[in-house]
């Protein structure tokens, strides 16, 4: 039964999540844009994609972020951590309890992203790090380069059984993709502050989601309608 309104949940957000992903590819044209700020970013993305595709792949690492990532948001949620388990190719979390967002929280959260930002801002905190921005642009689209290349790699290859866990395949593809517009909307804020308006965005998907099942549901009723008759 949860996983029947799981999937239903998943195909009223369907048109949300295309609207998501459409606005945020939309706006990551900023990065071209202010090209001064941004090739750092496009720097770093580049470089993890040539060592990724040519040599190094980094599975351990991938593993540790995303066994962590799982231990953070479960204790997040308040359940109990009994053991985390990390190996090259592999690797588990045992906890007392589980919930979707515990079971999905790596393929959205760039953990290694979100580690460069902390350390960026601890840094700041302290001194002035403008100078060092480059440099933490850089990690920012390496990390984040990491991030979807690991995730779609591990789901394109294998079959996930946090999929199934979380609620099913299509519920956990759709919610996957779009948290990640959702995360990668903020990734963006902090990087370009004064470029890129959140609540705008917000805004635009949902008029379009709106306006989708508006004309859709008009459309329903139409036919039902012309049967009657």
């Not at 929280?105 to 760039?110: C, D, G, L, Q």
């Not at 199934?164 to 990668?184: H, R, T």
């Amino acid at each position: 039964m949860k996983n029947a309104i799981k999937f239903l949940v998943a195909v009223l957000l369907v048109p949300t999540t295309f609207f998501a992903v459409a606005e945020v590819c939309a706006q990551s044209g900023i990065i071209i844009k202010n090209f001064q700020n941004g090739v750092g970013f496009l720097a770093g993305a580049a470089l993890y994609c040539v060592i990724h595709f040519s040599c190094y792949q980094f599975e351990r690492m991938y593993v540790f972020g995303h066994e962590t990532t799982h231990a953070v948001a479960a204790m997040f949620f308040g359940f109990r951590i009994h053991s985390i388990s990390v190996k090259k190719d592999s690797g588990h979390v045992k906890m007392d309890r589980c919930n979707a967002a515990v079971v999905l929280a790596p393929y959205f959260v760039p953990f290694y992203a979100v580690i460069a930002g902390l350390i960026y801002l601890a840094v700041h905190l302290v001194i002035d790090a403008s100078a060092y921005r480059p440099v933490f642009m850089a990690a920012v689209g390496f990390f984040m380069a990491f991030h979807w290349v690991q995730t779609f790699k591990t789901l394109w290859e294998t079959q996930q059984p946090d999929l199934k866990m979380a609620g099913g395949v299509f519920f956990s593809w759709v919610i996957i993709l779009l948290c990640n517009a959702a995360v990668f909307s903020l990734v963006l804020k902090c990087l370009f502050p004064q470029e890129i308006f959140l609540l705008e965005m917000a805004r635009g998907v949902v008029n379009s989601t709106y306006n989708l099942w508006k004309i859709v549901i008009n459309y329903i009723i139409d036919q039902i309608i012309a049967a009657r008759r």
